[in-house]
């Protein structure tokens, strides 16, 4: 009878998705909880030990159906509320200082080339968020203002998830020592930014880091711009392997010099295939 349950859930839910509607919140969640209900049940062994093995299922399974609810409700509530050409257009300055940061960012060679191809798509990341989510969110809230991240971030991301090249101002009140950029703030950077830029090559469009490895080459000066570069190296179905680096903005003429550099495993979670695919 279960079983019978499940499998009309799951005709339902393809109507659904042929109908071109999406399925509500709670049709996730029950589809989901009658899916993992069985699953829990067939795997458990009998008596004590049994029972309690079928316990750490049963939370293994709802841990699952909590994450994909809470990134179901993120969606809704305006996670990605714009496009990637509408954030590129969204910033207005509204000091002296921060359109001097602005003009720098869109009259320098790097910016100007990366947008003559056709390949990368530019975008403000952060912006893409709605005000609701965006003041939860340390990247795209807390740390962006005066004396911190000054402007959104500029991103450059190749088709396919191949790539990412994303522009900074990093101000002076995210030092670990007076004068130079803390490093936690640093790896939260090649974080977020080499996960985004391998985004593409995988289901769903979304990624978690399962693993980031840093390496410190060069103290980091505050009040200066910073690119932060990933590519993404070997994809093998929900897994990405990426490497990346954070190196100066150079002058024209100049070679940049290397500050940080990384390598990470991004893996775009099961739970993602019960949500809607951002883009």
């Known amino acids: 009878m279960l079983s019978q349950q499940i499998a009309r859930s799951g005709r339902r839910g393809g109507q659904l998705a042929r109908g071109g ?37 049963y939370g293994v399974a ?5 994450a994909a609810a809470t990134w179901y409700s993120m ?17 207005i300055p509204d000091t002296d200082e921060i359109q001097r940061i602005e003009d720098t960012i869109n009259n320098h060679p790097l910016v100007k080339e990366l947008r003559s191809r056709p390949e990368f798509k530019e975008s403000r990341p952060h912006l ?11 990247t795209a809230g807390v740390l962006q203002g005066d004396g911190k991240m000054v402007v959104p971030p500029v991103a450059f991301i190749e088709d396919g998830g ?30 977020e930014g080499m996960a985004r830029g391998c985004f593409g090559a995988l289901p769903h469009n ?14 980091t000066q505050a009040n200066s711009f910073l690119v932060l570069r990933g590519t993404t190296v070997k994809v093998e179905g929900r897994k990405a392997w990426s ?9 024209a003429g100049e070679e940049p010099t290397v500050l940080v550099e990384a390598k990470g495993l991004f893996i775009s979670p099961k739970y993602a295939a019960l949500m809607p695919r951002i883009t």
Do not use: W
């Open 75 to 91: 969606v809704q509530k305006g996670f990605s509320s714009f496009t990637d050409a509408e954030t590129a257009r969204l910033f």
């Open 243 to 251: 490497v990346g680096r954070i190196e100066t903005l150079p002058e």
């Open 21 to 57: 509607q999406r399925p509500s919140l709670a049709a996730l969640k029950g589809a989901g909880q009658r899916r993992c209900y069985a699953e829990a049940a067939q795997a458990a062994p009998k008596g004590r030990v049994g029972r309690g093995l079928g316990l750490i299922l």
């Open 162 to 191: 191949k790539s990412i090249v994303c522009i900074s101002y990093i101000g002076n009140q995210l030092c670990g020592h007076p004068g130079l950029v803390h490093g936690g703030f640093l790896a939260t950077m090649l974080d």
């Open 62 to 66: 709802f841990g699952g159906i909590g």
């Open 206 to 219: 979304i990624a978690v880091t399962a693993s980031l490895e840093i390496n410190y080459r060069k103290p």
């Open 128 to 138: 893409k968020m709605s005000q609701g989510i965006r003041s939860q969110s340390l």
